[in-house]
């Protein structure tokens, strides 16, 4: 399998420093004492918020720091190329940041920052698809304008990096078992088929099955991970979607272990008590959990898929490591981001059509051992590790996989990601509300309609 070339842009290491004043004025609140936050904008991809600490002016920045990121941009081959094409005929293309104290957000309307100043950091991304490149790393003055006598200063580090990935696209909507292509620019290779079925629930107190059987039935740890006993009222439950190699071999499978059931009182899965996948790999003759997916619908003004992703080392449910937790919008779809290399927590504050980032780090579990598999060394997973592209309600999604090629070393591997969007992906419509009909694709003969 051949990678398509990436580029990751971070900006990362913020600080700020302003002097106090011998007299500061009455209406003024300086830094210290209020929270500063920035926005980072580059040309039209969406804009990011990060926090900024504060440094008294007496310090300096610590050196050899490790790089706290605060922001990340995901450039492709083809969008380096737009950003080209556009430097050529307007100005030159630069990282546009805005600096300013008290909290982000709006009260009652009305914007609660103070801007304090605005920066600009030229780039040039030729060549950064095969090398690395720092564009800046240190302090800048601060000041409204670019006002450059200004005695704010800001600090940040701004690098790209080249990021090679792996690109699948499902060739249909998962439910309806289509085939995933691996895609180099414009080079299509069938590389994978999914099979969709619904798992027979009355089969559930049955040991593991070897793999050649769908992963149906219920194994001897599956009540670690999840629940398949009835429950009364509105439910959604048996899905199972598994990944074959142009061989016929399955090579991982998404399974849902706990039924995606509506709230008593209501038509919506709700975040206490949401359904869930798990996402499965051969070994040893037979299937072992891998990750484990939570899904939900959000309630409020998002009103749109809330989701968990956590790894489970050696099959333990007590050692899973949360890797992204975040929403998509149910409306306009959005991507689901497993992102290790960056510090700003993946909210549902705003609608993250851009990579959202893992709330936990790799390196902070919640128990400690062994971490099993090959495909993610331990204490060696870091930066961006996986995307997808999936679709709002009622649209047709075909899932647009990138998986990062230093965490792929075999087909099971990059099979495992692809399972994981297709679980992501149905998610949207298990979390449909039960006011609202599925595809006859989702309808399970063996439901009784409610």
Not at 240 to 246: C, K, M, P, Q, R
Not at 279 to 295: C, F, N, Q, S, V
Not at 314 to 337: Q, R
């Amino acid at each position: 399998m051949d990678p398509c070339p990436f580029v990751r842009l971070t900006v990362g290491n913020l600080a700020l420093k302003v002097p106090v004043a011998s007299k500061p004025a009455r209406s003024v609140v300086h830094p210290s004492w209020s929270p500063c936050f920035c926005k980072i904008k580059l040309n039209n991809f969406p804009l990011q918020t990060a926090v900024v600490p504060y440094i008294p002016s007496e310090n300096h920045f610590p050196d050899n720091q490790p790089t706290s990121i605060a922001a990340t941009f995901h450039l492709s081959k083809a969008d380096i190329d737009k950003l080209a094409a556009k430097s050529i005929f307007s100005a030159k293309l630069s990282l546009k940041i805005a600096v300013y104290t008290g909290r982000s957000g709006a009260t009652c309307g009305v914007n609660s920052g103070r801007l304090l100043g605005r920066v600009s950091v030229p780039l040039d991304l030729t060549g950064t698809d095969s090398r690395a490149c720092v564009f800046h790393n240190g302090w800048i003055s601060v000041g409204k304008e670019g006002n450059k006598n200004s005695s704010a200063r800001f600090h940040l580090n701004v690098k790209a990096e080249p990021d090679r990935r792996f690109v699948f696209q499902f060739d249909g909507e998962p439910e309806c078992s289509p085939q995933v292509f691996q895609i180099r620019g414009n080079i299509r290779q069938p590389v994978f088929t999914c099979k969709f079925s619904f798992r027979n629930t009355g089969d559930r107190n049955q040991r593991s099955r070897p793999l050649q059987s769908e992963p149906s039935s219920s194994r001897s740890w599956l009540s670690s991970f999840g629940s398949e006993r009835e429950r009364p009222g509105k439910e959604r439950k048996g899905w199972s979607i598994t990944v074959h190699d142009l061989s016929g071999s399955p090579v991982a499978a998404a399974s849902m272990v706990t039924p995606f059931v509506a709230s008593p009182g209501s038509d919506r899965v709700s975040r206490s008590n949401p359904g869930s996948w798990l996402i499965l790999r051969p070994g040893d003759g037979t299937w072992k959990p891998w990750g484990r997916l939570e899904a939900w619908r959000e309630r409020g003004s998002s009103d749109g898929l809330g989701y968990r992703f956590e790894l489970i080392p050696d099959m333990s449910a007590s050692a899973a490591i949360v890797l992204a937790e975040s929403t998509l919008s149910s409306k306009k779809g959005g991507k689901f981001v497993i992102d290790l290399g960056s510090s700003s927590g993946g909210g549902a504050s705003n609608w993250r059509n851009t990579p959202v980032n893992a709330t936990s780090p790799a390196c902070s579990p919640r128990s400690s051992g062994d971490y099993g598999y090959g495909l993610w060394p331990f204490c060696l997973y870091r930066g961006f590790v996986m995307s997808a592209r999936v679709e709002g309600e009622g649209k047709c999604s075909k899932p647009c996989v990138e998986v990062s090629v230093q965490h792929v070393n075999c087909t099971e591997d990059a099979a495992a990601f692809v399972a994981l969007a297709a679980a992501v992906d149905l998610s949207m419509d298990a979390c449909r509300l039960f006011s609202q009909r599925l595809r006859k694709e989702l309808s399970n003969p063996h439901d009784i309609l409610v």
